[in-house]
């Protein structure tokens, strides 16, 4: 079998057991990079030449002894607002087009420490603000599944390349659902971590209090080993979380017996595709037979989350992108009108329309006289969601909800219309707004043969449960395939 | 139902914001804005009386940590600026008038 199409977990075992190495493995994804890359575009930057010298030099820690871990020498995409050393780190925007970090995420230090190789750098919605990967200055990425539809957002570049076997595993970051929906666009498994499981520490911030990092791969042990590597307790983000366990493989078998599933009765109304809802009460069924006990229920506020999502992270957005002004980094505007021209300038140059539609929304709900009204409003209203979860989470396990309304839209089709785009949010954001560990993976592919992906949520640093249930799916059924 | 956007609120928005949009643009945002406002005002129906707002959703606050001092070569970090000149980042001047 052709070696980009085994999971990272396989391709990792071969190479530990000396039946390929890794420049061979990293040479081998190069290959279908080159087939694929013109059709899909799911990345920014792309350096052979770099990456072949890292796995030569990874294969030489392997020979010693160093590098043991099952991911040692398998090939990642990292999405490009995580920052890196070796590649510039853009955002998918013009305002960093040619910056290049000084540091290093944390997760890639952790990533580089176990033998990793950096693949190249992936698209992404400029500053990870849209569901599309269509705002992103370097073009749009395409559906690997079908090229007329979009991959999803923001982090579609890191989907599409492990759908498209451009690399064997990748980061992305997850804000409002941008791991999870372009995960069940492109019918790969995507997680989202409880928020402070993973370190932010060099993750370019859109919304610091909803951001987290997460792994997407082409199954739920892959995405289980992933996580096991990048989270960790790191004092250089004051969100993060010392958390007891940190073993999410362990979870890794099949037993749903006695597990209680609830599907919020708002999550499967008005709005919803008829062929996903068939197939989240399909999953709902293989786990009933495999003996969990599966429910509708009521979950409160279901209609402020998107209106809370949009303030809070707009807010955000609007104070975390003050610091690009074209002073230090990043580009700085050619026309000569003083300090406060060349802020503007550069800033209104620099920026796409989406970025700058968030950053005056964000403006102005901060401003004074709306503050009250409507950031303090949403923060409000924030805590109100997480107790509605809160009790939920008394009663079940784990939380039955679609990753997003539909399968993977045509190309152009979302920005037409932003506030509808938004909407296709609903079933994701709750978790960012809570803080709650969410899942994505694919089901099966509706008529059209697009991947329709469903998604687990579980209550705060339950990962494991979800990594058990989402794996018991998995073997029971293969796993949408 | 939000108050209508007035050219003089969306002045003070770029303002604050940072940004001269065109009168294109501006208009446009103008639309978005009023439409995204409408929207986010369903949030006022919802009862929020002696509701704590939620900043983070864990209870962490005031995260300490040694202020540690390092030595790094500077040359990296100006490789990123705009414009550099012997060791300094060149910036508009910003006291007087420019010439």
Known sequence: MEIIKL??????EKIQKREVSVPEVVKAFYHQIEQKEKDINAFITLDEEQAMKRAAQVQEGIEKGI????????????KDNICTKEFKTTCGSKMLENFTPFYEANVIESLKSIGAVLIGKTNMDEFAMGSTTETSYFGVTKNPHNTDHVPGGSSGGSCAAVAAKECA??????????IRQPSSFCGVVGMKPTYGTVSRYGLVAYGSSLDQIGPIGTNVSDVAAILEVIASYDKKDSTSIQRKDYQFMKALHEDVKGMRIGIPKGYVGDGLDDEVKEALYNMAKTYEKAGAKVEEFDLDLVKYAIPTYYTVASAEASSNLARFDGVKYGYRTEKSSGLEGMYNHTRTEGFGQEVKRRIMLGSYVLSSGYYEAYYLKALKAKALIKKS?????????????????????????SLKDPLKMYLGDIYTISANLAGLPGISMPVGRDTKGLPIGIQLIGNCFEESKLIQAAYTYESLTGGGK | MTEKITDETMDYVSILAKLSLSEEEREEAKKDMEKMLNYIDVLQELDTEGIEPSAHVFPIYNVMREDESFEKDTSELLKNAPKEKDGCIVVPKTIGTEA
């Open chain 1, 7 to 12: 999971s990272a977990l396989e391709i990792g």
């Open chain 1, 67 to 78: 590098y043991t871990h099952p991911l040692a020498g398998v090939p990642a995409g990292i």
């Open chain 1, 169 to 178: 595993y990748s980061l992305g970051s997850d804000t409002g659902g941008s």
């Open chain 1, 389 to 413: 979860f809160d009790e939920a989470f008394s009663t079940y396990d784990i939380i039955l909800a679609p990753a997003a309304p539909t399968t993977a839209p045509a190309i152009g089709e």
